[in-house]
C-alpha cells in the first residue's frame, strides 16, 4: 500500500512538471484522429467482409433448401403416379420404386440446414407422414395379387388419404421454410443495420475529434499567434506595452515571454537613449 | 461554455469507463477470450482516445463557473451513457442501437431496468461491464471525476456542491471536499464486504463481484436470468437485504457510526422513520402474500416480501419471485415505497425519504397554522430548525418529481404504450428502481416496450439520477438569452 502510494505520487509529480512541447502536441492530436480513422477503415472492412460471406452463405443455402424441398415433392408426385399407374394397370410386373435414401437424405439435409425454428418439427412431421405413405404403399403388392380387394377402393381408402397428408406436410414445410427464409431477410437487414454502427460511431468520434482539435489549435495557437501580432503592432505604431498573456506551456508561450522580454528591453532602451538624448541636449545648451 | 475545461474534466469521466472496458477485455481474456472481446477492445480504444485527447492540449484547470460545473456534470453522464452503450451496439445479440443505448442507461443511472431476457447467453465479459456500469454509475461518475482532481482546487468543491444531493451536504458537519472522500471509502468497503459475504456464501467469484457491484451501487443488473432467486439460498437472500439496506442508509452516518464506534448517530430521525416505514410495509406485504392464494409458507411470504420491499425502496430492484403474480395489495406496496425511497447521502434513487419527511413535518405545521394562524411554528429536524427556505426547494422538488412522473406517462400513450406500463415504468425510471409491476416486474424486462418509450424511460432515469436540477439548469443556459 505504501509502495503504491509512493509510486503514485512520484507519477503525479512526474505528470505536474511534464510539458508537451508544441510538435509533440500536434503529433499526438493528429495520430489521435488518426488512429479512429484507421480503426473505423479497418471495422468497415472486417464487417464488409462479414456481411458478404454471410450473404453469399445465405444465399446459398436459401436456394440450395428450396432445391431440397422441390425434390422431395417431386419424388412424392413421381411416385404417386406410379402407383396410380400401376393401379390403373392392373399389373404386378411392373411394380414402382422409391428412393427412400435420397428422400431421407433430403429431410436430413433440410434439418440440418436450419438450426432452430418450425422447420425442423415440419420435417420431423414430413418424415412420420412418409413413414405412414410408405408402410401402407408396401400393402400395394398384396392387394394386387389379392382377389378380393378392390384395387382402387384400396387406393382411394388407404393410401390416398396418406398421401394426401403428407402431400400437406410437404406443402406446410415449403411454407415454413418461406418463412423461415423471410425471417433471415428480416435478420439480414438488422445485421446489415447493425454492421454500419462501428465504423459510423468511429466516423463521428473521428469528426467530434477533429472538431475539438480545431478548437485547441485556434485556443491554444492561432488566437494567441493573432493577439501577440495586434499586441506587437500596437507596441511599434503607438509605443503601448506589450503585456499580452496566455495559459501555455509550449514554445509559443516561451515565444510570448520573450517577445514581452525583448519588447521591456526595448522600452528600456529607448528610455535610456532618450535620457541620454535629453542630457546631451542640455549639456550642449549649458 | 469554456470548451477546455469542460472537455478535460468529461475526458477524465471517460478515461474512468476506459479504464473499467479495459477490465472487461481482462475478464474476456480470463475467459478464453469470448465473442464480446474485440467489441470491448475498440469501444476501450475509442473511449480512451476521445478521454486522453483535450489532455494533449489543456494542461492546467481554469477556474471553473456554475454553468460550466453543470455542463461538465450533464456531459459527463451523457457521454458516459453514449460510450458506455458500444460495447453492446458493437457485440450484437439482443443489443440494437436503442436497446444498448437503454441498457447503457440503466447501468449508469443504477437504475438495472434491462431488456435482456436472457442474461446467461451472454459472454461474461459484458456481463461483466453491465455489472461495471453500475460501479461507475453508483458512486456517481463525477464523483471518480472528484477523486482525481486536487483536494485543493477550489473547482472541486464547486463540483462537489452540485453533484452531491443537496440534503446529503447539511449533515454531519463533513466539508463537500471530504464528503466526496467519505462516499467514495464507504461505497469501497460496501463492495468489498458484499463481495466477501457472498463469496462465503457459496456464490462464484464472478457472481459475487457482479452482484457487489450491483448491490453497492443500489443498481438490480444480476448475472442470472432469474436474478438472486436462480441461487435458491435464503442466506444469499439475508445478505442481500442487509446490503441493500445498507446502501440505502446515508453514508456519512455509516462512516460516522463507524469512526466514533457509537449508534448515537443511528439516532438520527430520518433513519428511524425509514426503517419504521420499511418494517410496516415489509409485514403489511408479507401478510398480504401469506393471506394471499399463492400458497406460501410463513417464512417464505417474510422473506419475499421484506425482500421485494427493501429492494424497490433501496432502488435496488433484484428479485426474489415473480411479483407480476403477486395480489394487488403488495404490488401496490412496491410501488408506493419506490416513491420516496433511502435515504439523501447513499446510492439509492427516488425522492429520498429525507425529503418526505420534510414534506410531512410541513403539512403537519400548516394545519396547525390554519388551526392557530396567530401562532408562531417551528419546524425541527432532530436539532436543527429548518426555515421555508430550507423546505421549498424540497418541496418543490417533489411536485417537480411528479410532474415529470405526468409529462412521460402522458408521453408513452401518446405513443402507444401498447403494454399499459406508462406510469409505472415511467415512476420506476425516475426513481431509478429499474423493475416495477406486471411484464416489467422483478423477473421481467423491458424488452417489448417500443423504442420510443424505452427513449422516455431513459430520459427519466438520467433525470431522476442527477435529481432534474442540473439538467434544467444546463437546458435554461443553453436557451436563455444573453
New interface residues.
Partial sequence: MIIFAFMFARLRNWWREF??SLRI?IT??MS?IA??LL?SSI?SILEYKRMSNYVSDMIADDIRNIHVAQRLVDAVDTYNLQVLAVIGDDKLSSLPDFDRTGFLSYCDSLRAGFGEGNVIPMADSVLYAYSAYMLASMELEDVLQSNFIDTRDWYFTRLQPLFGRLRAYLDRLSGEMYAELQQNSENFD??F??SI??GT??VA?GI??VF??M??IL??YVNPIYKMHRSLGDFLKYRHRYTYTF?S?DQLGDLNADVMELTEENRALRRRNSALRDSNKTEDES | MNLKVVSRNVGIALLVSALFMLLSVGVSFLDGRDSAMTPLLISFAITFIVGIFPFIFVRKIPRISLKDGYMIIALSWLLSFIFGALPYALWGGPFNIMNAWFESVSGFTATGATILEDIESLPRSLVFWRASTHFIGGLGVVVFLLLIIPTSSPMRLRLANMELSSLSRDDYKSRANRTVYIFAYVYLVMVALSFLSYLAAGMNWFDAICHSFSVSASGGFSSRNLSIASFNSPVIAIITIVFMLLTSIHFGLLFVTFATRSVKPLRNPILRFYLVSIVVISVVTSLSLKFSNMDLSWGKAFLDGTFHVVSYASTTGFGLSDNSVWPVLPCFMLVFVSLFCGCAGSTTGGLKVDRAVVLFKAIRMQIQKTLNPSTIYEMRLGKRILHDEDIYPHVLYIAMFFMLVGISAILCMLFGDPNGHALTGSLASLANVGPSIGTIGSMGNYNAEPGVIKFIFTADMFLGRVEIYPVLAVFSSIFRRK
Fill in positions: 510539458r508537451l502536441k499526438l492530436s489521435a488512429i479512429v480503426m471495422i438488422s445485421g443495420y447493425r454502427i462501428p460511431v468511429a468520434v467530434l475529434l475539438l482539435l478548437f485547441f485556443a491554444y495559459d506551456s
